[in-house]
């Protein structure tokens, strides 16, 4: 791996480590890796056979994770801003994973199995083992538009809403295979609607909360194509202790911190 003075950088461009002794490129003015990333990867079962696909993967942050701790075997970056795309790829080489992580620059909205077979170098349709998604959150309209147009299309439905990703997880996902998913609680609601019309059976559900006395900030749910109905919501994920509240940097409770060290939720 290179050290950090030999990596070229473009003006827009800074260079971070973080957890999993990855290094990472990230645009200044594009939306930045985040606690709902890592949590997200966390929240993967492992399955180290798995072809995992990520859509509107921005740097590459989930996948990275996923490979580097072999929760999956290969993973696709679909992205569908072409300098991010670009971007996958160059955290790909970075960090020595470029043979098992590749970006494909498309709107999620037009993935298909072809298109998907087609990038791992295969004239037959193919089928993903796992999806993950971090969609964007936010209606378009919602707010004024002061942000820069990279941050705006992450954080905004601009190219398709929690229905599109779901639709574009349910045409590529095996039979069986399963679709993680970090979200908004408020819009809980939406999520199901979505999944239950896409036949992603919700299998497990957690939510996250700052701490005791706050509400839930995100919710992650794992679903499975063609799954029968069954769903296990977990007890909660409490990052900080309530009396941590105004500390500048609140330490994590015991739960959270086995969550980070280990990736996982499971004990």
Known sequence: MLDFEQIPLAAD?????????????????????????????????????ALCVDLGSGTGIIPLLLCRRDKVARAVGVEVQTDFAELIGRNASLNGLHERLTPLCLDARDLTQVTLGRTLGSEQGVCADVVVANPPYMKVGNGRRNEADAKYIARHEVCGG????????????RYGGSFYVVYRPDRLGELMAALNEQKLEPKRMTF????????????????RAGGKASLCVTPPLILHD?????????????K???????MSFED
């Open 256 to 262: 959270a911190k086995r969550v980070y060290e280990g």
């Open 242 to 254: 309530a009396e941590s509240r105004g500390m500048s940097h609140r330490p994590l409770t015991e």
């Open 13 to 49: 461009e800074r260079l971070d480590k973080v957890n999993e002794n990855i290094m990472l490129i990230q645009k200044k003015d594009g939306l930045t890796y985040g606690t709902d990333a890592y949590l997200l990867a966390a929240f993967v079962r492992s399955d180290k056979n």
């Open 208 to 223: 996250v909360h700052a701490d005791a006395e706050s509400e839930p900030g995100m919710v992650l749910v794992e679903a």
């Open 162 to 173: 929690i229905g599109d990703f779901c639709a574009a997880a349910e045409r590529i996902l």
